[in-house]
């Protein structure tokens, strides 16, 4: 990547995270509204969808997020092979912990939230 255009990206990425914290405000702001009936049928699908996620065992909503982790893990994995062909399995392994540190970091540095 351009060194100018990551510079840039990098900048905008801690300028994202001063704004979440409310240490620094938007240059410009969007809204964007959804027509009445749009809104109510989003409203409707939210609503079934928490209906249907509260029938859910406990024990088996875990086993989702342990089957979803793995299948971001795999995915992850695929990403470093397809990008280091040549490398070891210790390579590979290293180098998704590195991810896997750097998504950490990323989160703890606010630069992504979680969805309301």
């Known amino acids: ?6 510079s840039e990206l990098l900048q905008s990425g801690k300028e994202a995270a001063a ?3 409310g240490a620094a405000k938007p240059s410009r702001q969007f809204q964007v509204r959804a027509a009445d009936d ?3 049928m989003m409203d409707a699908i939210f609503r079934e969808k ?3 996620a509260r029938q859910i065992p406990p024990s088996e909503k875990l086993f989702s997020g342990l089957e979803l982790f793995e299948e971001v893990e795999a995915r992850m994995r695929a990403g470093v092979r397809q990008q ?3 490398a070891s399995e210790e ?12 998504l950490r970091q990323i989160e703890e540095h606010g630069f992504y939230r979680s969805a309301p």
Not at 1 to 6: Q, S, V
Not at 91 to 102: D, P, Y
């Open 1 to 6: 990547m351009n060194k100018e255009l990551f």
């Open 50 to 52: 928490v209906r249907r």
């Open 19 to 21: 704004i979440e914290r």
């Open 84 to 86: 280091f062909p040549e």
């Open 91 to 102: 390579e590979v392994e290293r180098r998704l912990r590195q991810r896997f540190a750097r």
């Open 38 to 40: 749009s809104q109510a």
